[in-house]
């Protein structure tokens, strides 16, 4: 065991090598237009002139829907209020709405025969960037857009369709109907679209507003260079006030390899960007700039997929799934490949949370009790040392996205831990877009995934049998029951065991094995002011209006 453990640890050590020294490779800048200068004009913003924030960003997004996006919407949301908004304080606060409605504040009644209304009273006086008022219509009508079918497109959409009717008193209140309670309501509608632009159009397919969108908030779109930038200029009419936002322009660099983002940060040709946990430590010192670390509701993960024949013969034994499991040294993984900036996750939910229970099942690593179960399993080392069992080798592919060299180099480090008992790994590399678009076809076999959940917790939307995001052919209708339970109660103090017994029952069926909780290192500028890094699904972006640079 030891022999074993110390040649998973050379193997990261290995890939640590690698990766840093792709990192000390010469800085590449992003092309780009007049709107988004590199170099050290870009990092102080002339006196007098407008206030230009330039970011370092990550791969190129999908659309500015931010509804239909697979990616994070922190670039929609400089442009678009919903009713509520998470913050720094793993919290949900109001937005284009006044309040949240509650028990206590009489926004939600239980009715004589079950159904729950729920009032939300908008803000007055808010409207489109085009002028346009901004109403309860809107809020309807994206409702009925999530419950369609083409909503299914909607990476949640599962949470808002136990909403029945959706009423309109007067044009600054819409009134849900709940056919029961839905605990994590507060999550919803971060998202209002504009019912005068989409309404006869295909929402899915509609450039008008999916590649220049149209919004209530601090910033509006101004130009999307593919391959390069997205712009967004300061909105005069914003609701809050002639003081919002304090910046004139963000110009969104796209820069998907770390290493060349990282460079950028360094040479100082961008204000604020994300890096990797194992680049902290390059930029701690960096003159002119701060870190932030930034805990994240988010966890990585290894998964599996059975939803098609080969992965029902590969994993559809959760003996096979729990000894894969005991073979994986996540230890090594978060010490050696993340330099000891994140902590092994064991649960879905992050230790910051309230609902997070930290006594369900753990798979300490013991590549001979994995070899054992394996046996036991009736997979058999073949001739060349991987197992087989009925004519079918233990072996498999795992989809890598080349966007993301650290869930590729955690890839690479599972691969030579589960070689060690008998387990073949095989890698399709794929860019962005094709990975994106395999994932969603379930046609593969596993992955290094990630997820990011909302402040409130609800874990239905990822596990349930037909549930939005479950990519994976996974099914228990006894999980489904519990998450809908917990899902129903309001009370923290009912909710909580909910939660536990959710959160057991998973670990417990060997789903998928959560390797660490995310951190989130952000470099800025000294003088950047306002950031208020939040770790939740809503991205860091969420109060972006009062940002400021310089005195």
């Known amino acids: 065991m030891k022999q074993k453990a110390w040649i998973s640890i050379f193997s ?108 939300w009273h908008l803000q007055e006086g808010v409207t489109w960037q085009d002028g346009e008022p901004f109403t309860s219509e809107d809020v309807c009508f994206t409702l009925d857009f999530i419950q369609s079918e ?5 990476y949640n959409q599962t949470d808002y369709m136990g909403i029945v009717d959706c009423q309109m008193p007067d044009p600054n209140t819409v009134v ?14 971060d998202t209002v679209l504009p019912k005068h632009i989409l309404e006869g159009q295909d929402v899915l397919t509609y450039d008008g507003y999916n590649r220049s969108p149209l919004g209530t908030g601090p910033f509006k779109f101004a130009e999307w260079k593919p391959g390069e930038y997205i712009r967004v200029e300061k909105n005069p009419n914003y609701w809050r006030g002639a003081d919002y936002p304090k910046l004139d322009e963000i110009v969104f660099n ?18 604020i960007g994300q890096i990797l946990p194992n680049q902290v430590k390059e930029v701690q010192d960096l003159p002119g700039y701060k870190v932030e670390l930034v805990p994240a509701n988010s966890w990585i993960i290894f998964e599996m997929n059975v939803a098609t024949e080969r992965g029902q013969k590969l994993f559809g034994d959760p003996n096979v799934r ?61 001739a060349d040392g991987i ?5 079918e080798r233990l ?13 590729t180099a955690i890839a690479q480090a599972i691969q030579a831990m589960l070689k060690e008992v008998g387990v073949e790994i095989k890698f399709e590399d794929l860019e962005s877009a094709a990975w994106l678009q395999k994932w969603l076809s379930k046609d593969w076999e596993a992955i290094i995934g990630g997820w990011i959940i909302p402040a409130d917790p609800s ?37 909580k065991p909910l939660m536990d017994k959710v959160q057991t029952m998973l670990a417990e069926e060997g789903r998928e094995l959560p390797i660490y909780y995310n951190v989130l290192p952000y470099v800025m500028r000294e003088d950047l002011q306002g950031f208020k890094g939040s770790g939740t699904n809503l991205g860091s972006f969420w109060n972006v209006y009062e940002w400021s640079m310089g005195q």
């Open 322 to 382: 729990k000894a894969l499991f005991h073979a994986i040294d996540r230890q090594a993984i978060v010490d050696g490949l993340m330099e000891g900036t994140v902590q092994i996750a064991n649960s879905g939910i992050s230790p910051t949370s309230p609902y997070y229970n930290p006594d369900v099942p753990v798979y300490e690593y013991d590549p001979a009790k994995a070899a054992q179960m394996l046996d036991e399993a009736g997979w058999a080392p073949g």
């Open 254 to 271: 796209f820069i998907p390899d770390p290493n060349t983002r990282l460079n950028a940060l360094k040479a100082g040709e961008y204000d």
């Open 387 to 391: 197992r087989e069992k009925d004519g």
């Open 395 to 407: 072996s498999f592919t795992i989809i890598n996205r080349s966007s993301r060299p650290e869930r």
């Open 12 to 119: 990261l050590l290995v890939i640590v090598a690698m990766l840093s020294t792709a990192c000390a490779a010469p800085a590449v800048a992003p092309a780009g237009g007049e709107s988004a200068p590199a170099g050290e004009q870009a990092a102080a913003p002339a006196e007098g002139g407008k206030k230009i924030l330039r970011v370092a960003y990550g791969a190129e997004i999908d659309t500015l829907n931010a509804l239909t996006s697979q990616n994070l919407t922190d670039i929609e949301i400089t442009m678009i209020d919903g009713l509520i908004m998470s913050d720094n304080n793993n919290s949900y606060v109001a937005v284009a709405a006044k309040e949240i409605p509650t028990v206590e504040n009489g926004g939600i009644v239980t009715k004589d025969d079950g159904t729950i209304e729920m009032t």
């Open 150 to 154: 083409a909503g299914a497109a909607v």
């Open 459 to 495: 874990l239905t939307a990822l596990y349930g049998c037909d549930a939005s995001n479950n990519f994976t052919g996974f099914c228990n209708p006894d999980l489904d029951e519990a998450m809908k339970a917990s899902d129903e109660a309001f009370d923290f103090a009912d909710r």
């Open 176 to 189: 849900f109907v709940w056919d029961k309670p839905f605990a994590a309501y507060a999550t919803l509608f």
